[in-house]
């Protein structure tokens, strides 16, 4: 058995938007944030950090990785879901500009996606495939992974059923962390000795 820890990123100036593409860097606060985090983290055992490949995840993890002297590897399959137009928006704006979409949005939310945005299912596919393969990687060593609060709660929704609710409580604050046990099976060892 072993563990991966999913850390959310610290925050960024677009805290309160809709932010999934979109590419902030952290802001000062974020910045504390994440210098908070690495002592939280001082008691776990890490031999890598995987992050998403956006800014906000990529500076907490490198902060982290520099911190305990070890190596950092961007995944772009770990961003946050695509949030297409309302990307960068918050929800007063996102009313402002349809608010009959924004409503049916609500109502049938997972099914229907964001305007030009990415699908539920299509992203929930993403985030379980990248799941399976950091596992395999746990296999062999202690990983630390930065990403998105989408990503956590689809990992606490679909892997651990946690409600939405609860999901959405856990993962709210920056920097929160959601510990995901991984049973090593037999065949995920024969895959990780041959990759």
């Not at 596992?135 to 989408?150: F, L, N, R």
Request: hydrophobic share 40%; proline share 4%; with cysteine.
């Amino acid at each position: 058995m072993s563990d991966i820890l999913f850390i959310r990123h610290a925050e960024t100036d677009m805290a309160g938007t809709f932010c999934g593409h979109t590419d902030p860097d952290l802001n000062a606060r974020g910045h504390k944030q994440t210098a908070e985090l690495i002592d939280r983290l001082r008691s776990e055992n890490i031999d890598t950090v995987y992050t998403s490949d956006l800014r906000r995840a990529q500076t907490t993890a490198e902060a982290i990785a520099s911190a305990f002297g070890i190596e950092c590897r961007p995944r772009r399959a770990l961003r946050e879901i695509n949030f297409g137009e309302w990307d960068g928006l918050t929800w007063k704006e996102i009313e402002e500009r349809d608010k009959v979409y924004a409503r049916r949005w609500m109502a049938e939310h997972p099914l229907l996606p964001t305007p030009g945005g990415e699908a539920f299912r299509d992203f929930e596919q993403r985030v379980l495939e990248e799941v399976a393969f950091l596992s395999t990687k746990a296999a062999t060593q202690d990983i630390a992974v930065v990403t998105h609060a989408g990503v956590l709660r689809t990992v606490l929704c679909s892997l651990h059923q946690s409600s939405e609710e609860d999901a959405w409580k856990q993962t709210q604050p920056y920097c929160a962390i959601v510990r995901h046990a991984v049973t090593i099976s037999p065949q995920m060892q024969f895959m990780e000795a041959r990759s």
